[in-house]
């Protein structure tokens, strides 16, 4: 153990309550109990009974999904990971699976017109790819649906063995949850009103609604022709499309924090005891929680590898299409197409500006969010490596070598 006693009760937990706590998680997992497991360090004031799980920390994002058609698991609002079911014959399901012809139909046509189009422009080609993109995210994230319930189940009984204590954690996903789709609510809005004010404009006299259903998907509109039906449908699968289009970035952001957590917990325990003796059997259970942690990354990495993809790959295109129409265009104030009238728009032709402005600095900022939190994870992987450097060659021994060969 540690030559200092009185040093050591900051670095090993006693207390009755931890043990109980993995006992019961172990036994409800039927896990193998080994008594080294106790001997895991973590701080007694860091964990006080405190354990953020994974269901926790993503049951908002989760759930606001799920009014959107995305990742139709019943159970998300259980505490019990066991209890997450994908179900056909469950109305999620369903409402997926209606959401994903929805937007499968809206893109046929947004195809169709492309194709009979003389002459498409870059406008034509770039709502093409926002609807096929995001029309493919909600199939991806059916796919992990099925996937889902046992990837939680796995992550619970990783955290019945190695309990997660960042009490930031839960906070943070939620937080970046609610910021993200509220903002992203905010372009949507921004959006909306640039239309409606050039349809006031341009186009008095005319039905606001009919006309501004109509000029966002004309390629519908055009062989169906205008009813009420077919316009809350176009809305509703727009809807969808641009909280696709957020809600990927959102997914990968949350988890990203759950993993960077976990191995940062990792690490803190390495630091706890940096340059100091340790025994081998401290060693032992630090290697085999890296290990479990990293096979959990590899784990997630399969079922939302799909996602991170199509979430990168989303925002890159878009970025360069947002830097091309500030070439191609520049910053301006839309003049007014009734001159010598008063200006009823509400910022007097700048509504376009204002989108734009807004819609380009947020897209920037969401995938710088998601690139640099998303390399966290990889970032947190290899810090203990560093710490192996610094270990006492008395406590130097063979499972400080396997923990360095798996790092």
């Known amino acids: 153990m540690f030559k200092n006693k009185k040093s050591s009760k900051l670095f090993f937990v006693t207390e009755t309550k931890l043990t109980n706590d993995k006992t019961g998680a172990l036994k409800h997992y039927n896990l193998k109990l080994q008594p080294e497991i106790f001997m895991t360090p973590l701080l007694t004031a860091d964990y006080n009974g405190y354990q953020a799980t994974f269901q926790e920390a993503m049951k908002l994002t989760i759930v606001i999904g799920q009014f959107f058609g995305l990742n139709p698991v019943t159970g998300v609002s259980e505490i019990d990971a066991t209890k997450l079911r994908f179900q056909i014959q469950s109305y999620r399901f369903v409402y997926s699976l209606l959401s994903i012809i929805g937007q499968c139909t809206v893109v046929s046509f947004c195809l169709l017109k492309l194709f009979t189009d003389s002459n498409p422009n870059l406008s034509a080609n770039s709502a093409l790819v926002f609807y096929v993109t995001n029309c493919i995210t909600t199939i991806l994230f059916l796919r992990v649906a099925t996937r889902w319930p046992r990837l939680c189940q796995l992550i619970s009984k990783t955290e019945a063995s190695d309990p997660s204590i960042d009490r930031t954690l839960i906070k943070k996903c939620r937080v970046s949850c609610v910021l993200v789709l509220t903002m992203a609510l905010l372009e949507h809005i921004l959006s909306d009103m640039s239309s409606i004010a050039g349809i006031i404009d341009c186009q008095k006299g005319k039905n606001v ?90 784990r997630v990495d399969d079922v939302i590898g799909s996602i991170i993809f199509i979430s990168f790959a989303n925002n890159l295109f878009f970025i360069c299409l947002q830097l091309l129409h500030t070439l191609a265009e520049g910053i301006r104030r839309n003049p007014s197409c009734r001159l010598g009238e008063p200006d009823e728009r509400p910022f007097q032709g700048y509504e376009q500006t204002v989108y734009f402005v807004y819609s380009f600095g947020f897209l920037i900022a969401r995938s710088l969010a998601v690139s640099l939190i998303a390399s966290r994870v990889h970032t947190a992987s290899r810090e203990p490596a560093h710490a192996l450097y610094f270990v006492p060659s008395t406590a130097y021994s063979v499972e400080v070598i396997l923990l360095h060969d798996v790092l």
Not at 222 to 237: D, E, K
Not at 284 to 298: A, F, K, M, W
């Open 209 to 298: 609604y009919e006309t501004f259903v109509v000029a966002s998907c004309p390629w519908i509109f055009q062989y169906t022709g205008y009813s009420p039906y077919v316009a809350i449908f176009t809305q509703i699968i727009g809807l969808q499309f641009t909280f696709n289009w957020n809600f990927s970035d959102v997914f990968v952001i949350c988890i990203s924090f759950y993993l960077t957590s976990r191995l940062e917990q990792v690490n803190r325990r390495i630091e706890s005891v940096f340059g100091k003796h340790a025994p081998s059997s401290f060693w032992r259970t630090l290697r085999e929680d890296y290990s479990r942690i990293t096979g959990l990354v590899r």
